[in-house]
């Protein structure tokens, strides 16, 4: 079987045009001693946006592998996939998201609920999870309502597998599956049956991407109860241990944090418990390339912090358009957001200053980053000007792109220090 390694990471870029240098920061990391595979992934959504194909993030992949020399494993991700979706991304990628959480709280069959509870019930009563120290007590009547909530999204994870497997084979690609794009987070409780179903449905997915509590906004900081979120993860990775021996799941089965850029104040948190439970982790990260790009162009100057400015002003003019298909992962103040006219006469350190995520400088404006992070669409629209750019200023884009994933990102999460 196509197996992960313990630790991965998720990296997206939209214009495809940045693969040699995030590859670079995973040879830093390399270099320190940690070897974290990287995951290209780019959903349908995307594709659909910058007018692109999923044989192109393949493309990519290969060619910064060979560019760069890497000898250690790398996966091409379908990402955020549904059985509608997949089949373009069949043959170029090795690694799916099955992204079930629209199916969630839709009925299953009375009969399939239950021999679910049936199947499962000897999990009834107190039940003790090594690693949490409280027992947690579980009622048929609970076993019941949680596959009442997620067993017709397990059974839609099969069908989507099954789809893919009579495609590419058994064993020819990871599968992981993803439940973090809804409203309420699932209790540790609830993954532990979650699994149980996934296992009963016989996908074989090696890395789970739940809903934690607290908020996941694209491309800033985390925002929630810090502590309640590290006791949910220490939890997490506790069920996940005894889900495996109990429904034989894969070994290396582990944790998916998703939007997991620029989350910071809870890099520790996870690196800490990783350790702890020595267990594997996927992090996957997206649109802070994308923004990474943009601080390049802007350190630039001249026609490369002319285009950043006109990429700020053209998204600024279309605020509900860019921002409405992202209104539950991001928070912006428009009292925030300054006028296209002011951020047209910006000095270069100016526009990095009020973009690049420090939250140590009382320039950065974590709303003017958020309307960027979802303004892509704006970049795609003006074509070759922006890839032209892009392949004009790539030494200074390269730059701001390998050292944010490995200073930010991969050092905090995977090597500390």
Known sequence: MKTLPKYTMGIGDRFAHQGKAQLAAFIKSRSMGVEVAPVWNKSNREHNIVHSVPASVRAEADAAVQALG???PYFVDADHIGLKTVDPFIAPSDF????????????AADADIAAFVTAHGKFAGSLKIPGIEQSLDVSTSRIESIAREYLYAAQEAGRIYQHIEAAKGKGNFVTEVSMDETDQPQSPVELFFILAALADQKVPLQTVAPKFTGRFNKGVDYVGDLAKFEKEFNDDLSVIALAIREFGLPANLKLSVHSGSDKFSIYSIIQRAVRKHEAGL?????????????????????????IAAEVYGQALGRFDELCGPYATVIDIDKTRLPSAEMVGRWTSEQ??????????NPQYNPSFRQLLHVGFKVAAQMGKRYTSALERFEETIAQNVTENLFERHLKPVFIGG
């Open 96 to 107: 799916f998201t099955l992204d079930v959480a629209d199916f969630i709280a839709k009925p």
């Open 70 to 72: 890497w000898k250690g």
């Open 351 to 360: 526009y990095t200053s009020a973009l690049r995520h420090n939250q140590r």
């Open 282 to 306: 996927h992090i996957k990260t997206a649109g802070t390339t994308w923004l990474e790009e943009l601080i390049g162009l802007a350190s630039a100057g001249g026609d490369g912090l002319a």
